[in-house]
């Protein structure tokens, strides 16, 4: 096996860091990625030793290599589509009368 990689990202993501997120939903921001801005719950967690900070490392971590995958398949579905559309033309092209 030369690598493993993970295919059904957000609901894994969630399950495995559940204590993550919860602690997320107290965050001042919404958006928040957990590394610079004010107010953030899960760094204060970290601070104060209620969060493994080599569990958040590992969070990050996973989540970089998740959003990797979907820019992945997501170039592919398009160079695929892309593909197809070069077929589409070139048949075209080919059943257009020259004058």
């Known amino acids: 096996m ?3 990689q993970i295919w059904s990202v957000d ?9 993550i997120k919860t602690l997320a939903e107290g965050c001042r921001f919404r958006n928040c990625s957990h590394e610079t801005e004010p107010d953030c719950r899960v760094r204060s967690a ?3 030793g209620e969060l493994d900070a080599g569990r958040l490392a590992n969070h990050f971590k996973l989540c970089k290599e998740a959003r990797y ?4 398949r997501a170039h592919s579905a398009s160079w695929v589509e892309r593909e197809q559309w070069k077929k589409v033309a070139r048949t075209a092209r080919k ?3 020259k004058h």
């Open 2 to 4: 030369r690598e493993l």
């Open 11 to 19: 609901s894994a993501l969630d399950e495995t860091f559940e204590d």
């Open 46 to 48: 970290v601070v104060h």
């Open 69 to 72: 995958i979907e820019l992945k």
């Open 95 to 97: 059943r257009t009368p």
